[in-house]
């Protein structure tokens, strides 16, 4: 069978286990890559049997030699495994060469992230009020900015001061508690920012009756760069400045990871900052 028919049928697999729309996505876009590679390598499109370990290796080296990121060149041997997993299971090639790939070690550095007095000068150098409103709710909620802005006007219920959302990873529902400080910031938007259109989407301009990330990155880089700042300021950001702050403030971890939808507390850990201060406070404990 042609890789091509293999990863269409490995999808369908993972969409058939309930795996989530945005992991599909990721997993299509990777496979793909690889595709496109071995057809430049070898000028054809390639049987699954046929491909080597070689290729594997070739292409994992080619990644690397391309200034891809240590946690993007893990992410594909994964999913080398899950594909090669599922097709030896299926006989649809006869050795299950994926276990032969080493995997890489990930690189964990310390992101970047905002005090809320940094995040209050970054908003006023934004001079769209929908845009801000939307990245005041990922700060104060820490949503994923596909999250946010897949919001429908009935997933944000003031009346209860809680939002709704059931587009994280995994499909997994969870609701998020609206602090006083975003109730104001939300109320006033409904009221006397938001356009009046057709669109059921919670932010959204007249014109397209929605907001895309990139547009949302793009204004965070544009207000970012009128500070002189050097830090890299994303939606991404937004969200871990989220989580960061509340555990700065000494809130419970499993609470944060609830309200972050992450599945494994590990994931959330990667929130705590030592920051030098917190270093000379412990030396000085002794």
Sequence with gaps: MKYSNVVENFLRYLESIDRSKETIKGYKKELGYFGRFLEKKYGFEKEMEQISSVDLEDYMYYLKKSG???????????IFRSLYKYS??????????????ESVKVKQTERDYLSE???ILLIQKINSSIVKAAVQTIFYTGLRVSEALNLTMENVK????????????GDKDRIIPISNKLYYILDDYVKNIR????SNKFFCTKKTGSLSPQYINRMLHIAKDSLNWEKNISAHILRHSFA??????????????????HSDLRVTSRYI?????QLEEAVNLL
């Design 88 to 101: 030896y299971k299926r006989e649809l090639c006869t050795k299950n060469l994926a276990i032969f790939l």
């Design 68 to 78: 891809k990121k240590s946690a993007t060149r893990s992410r594909v041997v994964y």
């Design 117 to 119: 007095e940094e995040f």
């Design 195 to 198: 356009p009046d259109v057709e």
């Design 158 to 169: 003031l009346d209860e001061k809680i939002i709704y959302t059931i587009s994280g990873k």
């Design 273 to 277: 900052h030592q920051d030098l201060r």
């Design 244 to 261: 960061s702050n509340l555990i700065l403030q000494n809130a419970p971890l499993p609470a944060v990871q609830k309200l972050l939808g």
